[in-house]
């Protein structure tokens, strides 16, 4: 009988239990030494200056003429991303504009019945689906279920007025297709870009620009005294087409059909892509409002006629 192993043993643990214990003081001196230095420097750092907080740069503040500039050159890139994408789709639909352009030459092989059912039921169809195809700027305005609702009574408030105008002996006629040319034109400059880019994909219209004086930069609030070269050279192409349209010409209307169907293409296409119908249901029931409208206006009255 030996008791020495176990003897060991015990010793051991106590021995083990004490380095533990001294160990536990030490971790416990120097934490309470850590907590004496956080201490202190937290007290420094109330009372001294950071030099980091000084050495910051404040930002600058943005003055209300860089504000308006720096917006004015955001709404330019806005609009350039805009034409590329109508750009595009115009590529992407360049046979249904082909067809338009040759559905125009139609009127001159004849007026019979055959080719003038041709004629509109293509120009309609064609420039709906180009129309609800088209890529725009920004967003176009939907049309709720109440607007298309109400959109027959706010036609027939129109047309009232205008009878009551006539029959007053105001005759609002010239003053109606001067406003549609002038709309038309804007419409004619709009709807042309993406088509002028087209045609001629070579040139940069996206810089390419046109000096005007300074006075007349100063008038339109612009950065710098250029206008871009597509938007003037549509414009130019819109207001051609309304002198022509004004302008005496052997035959009347018969005579200028073109320019009289392109003035109200282009007010049809940049309708379509100003309203969003949303759903089929709102266009159904702007339709049928719209048709009872014109049962209404044509055959149940004959003020009209």
């Known amino acids: 009988f030996t008791p020495t192993p176990k003897r060991r043993h015990v010793v051991g643990a106590q021995q083990h239990r004490d380095g533990r214990i001294v160990q536990t003081s030490v971790t416990k001196l120097k934490m309470s030494d850590d907590e004496t230095t956080n201490f202190f420097t937290s007290l420094m750092e109330n009372f001294l200056p950071n030099n980091n907080e000084s050495n ?24 350039e991303i805009g034409e590329v994408r ?92 001067i406003m549609v040319t ?51 050279v549509t414009l130019g192409l819109g207001v051609l087409c309304t002198a022509v349209y004004w302008a005496p010409v052997a035959g009347g209307m018969e005579g200028k059909f073109l320019i009289s169907n392109a003035i109200a293409w282009a007010l049809g296409m940049v309708s379509l892509g100003a309203i969003s119908l949303g759903s089929f ?7 049928a409002g719209l048709f009872c409208y014109d049962i209404f206006w044509v055959f149940g009255t004959g003020r009209c006629r």
């Open 56 to 79: 910051k740069v404040e930002p600058a503040i943005e003055t209300e003429e860089q504000k308006q500039k720096r917006l004015r050159a955001e709404r330019l890139a806005e609009i």
């Open 86 to 177: 109508r750009q595009q789709r115009v590529s992407e639909d360049k046979l249904g504009y082909l067809f338009l352009f040759a559905l125009q030459l139609l009127p001159l092989l004849g007026t019979d019945r055959i080719e003038s059912l041709i004629y509109f039921f293509g120009v309609a169809v064609t420039t709906v689906y180009l129309g609800g195809r088209q890529e725009v700027v920004d967003a176009p305005e939907k049309i709720s279920k109440n607007n298309a609702l109400y959109a027959p009574i706010g036609a027939s408030l129109a047309i009232g007025g205008l009878y009551l105008l006539l029959k007053a002996g105001i005759d609002i006629t010239s003053f109606y297709a």
């Open 182 to 232: 002038l709309f038309g034109a804007l419409a004619i400059s709009d709807i042309g870009v993406p088509i002028l880019r087209n045609v001629f994909p070579n040139l940069d219209f996206a810089n390419a620009e046109v000096p005007v004086p300074q006075m007349v930069a100063d008038k339109l609030d612009l950065d710098k005294p250029a206008l871009p070269l597509d938007g003037l």
């Open 281 to 287: 249901q709102t266009g159904a029931i702007l339709l």
